[in-house]
């Protein structure tokens, strides 16, 4: 080999790697982009509970000294008498896209597949590809419907957003508990947006099913998406064998800090979604006089039908300092998915689209 053909000494390693991870892509997350306004990545518009602040001010150099709780006991304690369950049935993860890992890692066996509907998010698909397993789309952009085939796709994992991103729409639960029954394998709900869907939470039936598991997330309702905190319910049995895959201090002392604060708060959290509906509702109202339609949502973001100018108002919308979300996708590239806003976020938004669309 002469020096010309030798591979760049940094990148030499390269070969040592598995070569699906080196030909996979990778999941690509909405561009966190300071001094502009974000619509894109479905954070809260209002800020976190004060509670939340007193609480990160009240950690002591010996507890930031010392390792977290490893089993975020406290917390757990707490989500748990909330959500009408037993301590042992939740998990605490950094984000639930941690929960997600655990789950992955926890379930597949080589070979094994995992299902999902298509469009949905988009991590359900690399963690697959991560782990080497072969994951199916069932494509129901046709009408948001859940599809029947589900259970019959020899999954050993199935994953549903509900309500969906990116689409907003919702399963009603009892459509949910028949495919936990008639599915051999486990069934993920992930309810991030739930909070934002009165009533659409099949956390109430969790001990109905021991093949379910339900996640949510801090990141929207509760304004932590800094602060990376999601949670896990399913059976104890199962919960116990999650506790050994996951990362031994994945949540750290500041964050459970953080979750446990947020979820005393209960008037700040009715507050924040109480303001992002009435916001969802008058975004509604003015995004029909623009002509535009979108699925029925039951989350705190529009999927709004836009045609083919939806790149170039994505484009011109990002250059004035206004991020929504656009993907270059078959099925999507014609829409764009816009979170809620504050009042005065959202009559920016509309004043550009208003000349644009
Ligand atoms: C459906 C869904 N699940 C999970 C997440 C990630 O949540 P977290 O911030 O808790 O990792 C998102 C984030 O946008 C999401 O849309």
Same mark, same amino acid.
């Not at 561009?31 to 939340?52: F, G, M, Y």
């Not at 639960?173 to 993920?188: E, K, T, W």
């Given at each position: 080999?002469?020096?010309?053909?030798?591979?760049?000494?940094?990148?030499?390693?390269?070969?040592?790697?598995?070569?699906?991870?080196?030909?996979?892509?990778?999941? *690509?997350?909405?561009?966190?982009?300071?001094?502009?306004?974000?619509?894109?990545?479905?954070?809260?518009?209002?800020?976190?509970?004060?509670?939340?602040?007193?609480?990160?001010?009240?950690?002591?150099?010996?507890?930031?000294?010392?390792?977290?709780?490893?089993?975020?006991?406290?917390?757990?304690?707490?989500?748990?008498?909330?959500?009408?369950?037993?301590?042992?049935?939740?998990?605490?993860?950094?984000?639930?896209?941690?929960?997600?890992? &655990?789950?992955?890692?926890?379930?597949?066996?080589?070979?094994?597949?995992?299902?999902?509907?298509?469009? *949905?998010?988009?991590?359900?698909?690399?963690?697959?590809?991560?782990?080497?397993?072969?994951?199916?789309?069932?494509?129901?952009?046709?009408?948001?419907?859940?599809?029947?085939?589900?259970?019959?796709?020899?999954?050993?994992?199935?994953?549903?957003?509900?309500? #969906? #991103?990116?689409?907003? *729409?919702?399963?009603?639960?009892?459509?949910?508990?028949?495919?936990?029954?008639?599915?051999?394998? &486990?069934?993920?709900?992930?309810?991030?947006?739930?909070?934002?869907?009165?009533?659409?939470?099949?956390?109430?039936?969790?001990?109905?099913?021991?093949?379910?598991?339900?996640?949510?997330?801090?990141?929207?309702?509760?304004?932590?998406?800094?602060?990376?905190?999601?949670?896990?319910?399913?059976?104890?049995?199962?919960?116990?064998?999650?506790?050994?895959?996951?990362?031994?201090? #994945?949540? #750290?002392?500041?964050?459970?800090?953080?979750?446990?604060?947020?979820?005393?708060?209960?008037?700040?959290?009715?507050?924040?979604?109480?303001? *992002?509906?009435?916001?969802?509702?008058?975004?509604?109202?003015?995004?029909?006089?623009?002509?535009?339609?979108?699925?029925?949502?039951?989350?705190?973001?529009?999927?709004?039908?836009?045609?083919?100018?939806?790149?170039? &108002?994505?484009?011109?919308?990002?250059?004035?300092?206004?991020?929504?979300?656009?993907? /270059?996708?078959?099925?999507?590239?014609?829409?764009?998915?816009?979170?809620?806003?504050?009042?005065?976020?959202? /009559?920016?938004?509309?004043?550009?689209?208003?000349?644009?669309?």
């Amino acid at each position: 080999m002469n020096d010309a053909s030798k591979p760049a000494l940094p990148a030499a390693g390269l070969r040592h790697l598995r070569s699906d991870i080196r030909s996979m892509h990778g999941y *690509t997350p909405g561009e966190q982009v300071i001094d502009c306004i974000k619509l894109n990545t479905n954070e809260c518009a209002w800020p976190p509970s004060a509670r939340v602040r007193a609480a990160l001010a009240g950690v002591d150099d010996d507890r930031l000294r010392k390792y977290p709780d490893p089993r975020a006991r406290r917390l757990r304690e707490v989500a748990a008498s909330l959500y009408g369950v037993a301590p042992e049935q939740v998990l605490a993860g950094n984000g639930s896209d941690d929960c997600l890992t &655990i789950i992955y890692r926890s379930v597949l066996g080589p070979g094994d597949r995992v299902a999902c509907p298509w469009p *949905t998010y988009g991590l359900y698909d690399d963690l697959a590809a991560i782990q080497g397993n072969p994951i199916e789309h069932v494509d129901w952009a046709r009408d948001w419907q859940l599809p029947a085939v589900l259970p019959r796709l020899g999954a050993k994992l199935v994953l549903l957003a509900n309500p #969906n #991103n990116p689409s907003g *729409t919702v399963v009603p639960v009892d459509q949910l508990r028949r495919l936990a029954d008639a599915l051999d394998g &486990i069934l993920v709900v992930d309810e991030a947006y739930v909070d934002f869907c009165p009533g659409g939470s099949i956390l109430p039936h969790l001990d109905a099913h021991p093949n379910l598991v339900v996640l949510r997330t801090f990141s929207k309702s509760y304004s932590l998406a800094g602060a990376r905190l999601g949670l896990l319910f399913a059976a104890a049995p199962l919960v116990a064998e999650f506790m050994k895959v996951k990362d031994s201090y #994945n949540v #750290n002392v500041l964050t459970q800090a953080a979750g446990i604060a947020a979820l005393e708060d209960q008037d700040h959290h009715r507050d924040l979604v109480r303001r *992002t509906l009435a916001e969802r509702a008058r975004l509604e109202e003015q995004v029909a006089r623009l002509g535009w339609t979108w699925p029925a949502s039951g989350a705190n973001f529009l999927l709004c039908e836009v045609g083919a100018k939806a790149g170039d &108002i994505y484009r011109t919308l990002k250059a004035r300092g206004l991020l929504v979300r656009w993907w /270059d996708r078959p099925g999507l590239s014609s829409k764009l998915r816009i979170t809620v806003g504050t009042p005065e976020q959202c /009559d920016l938004l509309l004043k550009n689209l208003r000349e644009l669309a």
